[in-house]
């Protein structure tokens, strides 16, 4: 069994919607200070991107367990 993390970080962007960056692979001790931090410089340079992150909506990490069989 496989265990990933992924650190989902949700912004409010132009026209009231929303937008998503997903990192893969996040580690799964990160923690709150760590995720607010990132999350902060993302809106502090968010003129980099595409889809102006304005303000953070949300941030989790989500967990998946991956089970394997051999059907062979």
Same mark, same amino acid.
Request: charged content about 15%.
């Given at each position: 069994?496989?265990?990933? !993390?992924?650190?989902?970080?949700?912004?409010?962007?132009?026209?009231?919607?929303?937008?998503?960056?997903?990192?893969?692979?996040?580690?799964?001790?990160?923690?709150?200070?760590?995720?607010?931090?990132?999350?902060?410089?993302? =809106?502090?340079?968010?003129?980099?991107?595409?889809?102006?992150?304005?303000?953070?909506?949300?941030?989790?990490?989500?967990? !998946?367990?991956?089970?394997?069989?051999? =059907?062979?």
């Amino acid at each position: 069994m496989a265990t990933t !993390t992924k650190l989902a970080l949700t912004f409010n962007i132009a026209s009231n919607k929303t937008s998503v960056i997903n990192y893969n692979y996040a580690k799964p001790s990160v923690t709150e200070a760590q995720v607010q931090a990132l999350a902060s410089g993302i =809106v502090t340079n968010g003129s980099i991107f595409k889809k102006v992150p304005l303000s953070v909506k949300s941030a989790k990490l989500i967990t !998946t367990d991956t089970t394997e069989f051999d =059907v062979e």
